[in-house]
């Protein structure tokens, strides 16, 4: 059974810092690129960043870039999310995803989320 579980979420004043992981089992780690998105009520869920599955390739949205850093650590099965210079626009319930194609099908799986509120 796959599971990622998120963690590392909280309360934080603006210009902190946080550090999210998300850790997986049930799936071949190294195989899987690797991502977090977040979600406020009433707004679709919005990409953050995203790292493959070698870890050597990561992308950014424009409202994180420079301030979030993406990362994974192979033997441990976890991938981070370092937030710094928060703001309260990045208060959300962010989720942990990881997808892998064969070529012939997508498999996608989701954390359960962990809030981050950001207060001004």
């Known amino acids: 059974q796959v599971r990622l579980v998120e963690s590392g979420g909280g309360l934080v004043q603006a210009g902190g810092s946080l550090r999210l992981s998300c850790v997986a089992s049930g799936l071949t780690f190294r195989s899987y690129a690797m991502a977090w998105f977040r979600q406020t009520p009433g707004k679709e869920r919005e990409f953050v960043s995203r790292i493959s599955g070698s870890g050597g390739i990561s992308g950014y949205s424009d409202s994180v870039k420079g301030r979030f850093t993406i990362s994974r650590d192979k033997a441990e099965n976890t991938m981070y999310l370092q937030m710094n210079s928060l703001r309260p626009e990045d208060t959300a319930v962010y989720y942990c995803?990881?997808?892998?194609?064969?070529?012939?099908?997508?498999?996608?799986?989701w954390g359960q989320g962990t809030q981050v509120t950001v207060s001004s």
């Open positions: 995803n990881g997808d892998y194609s064969d070529g012939q099908r997508l498999y996608e799986y």
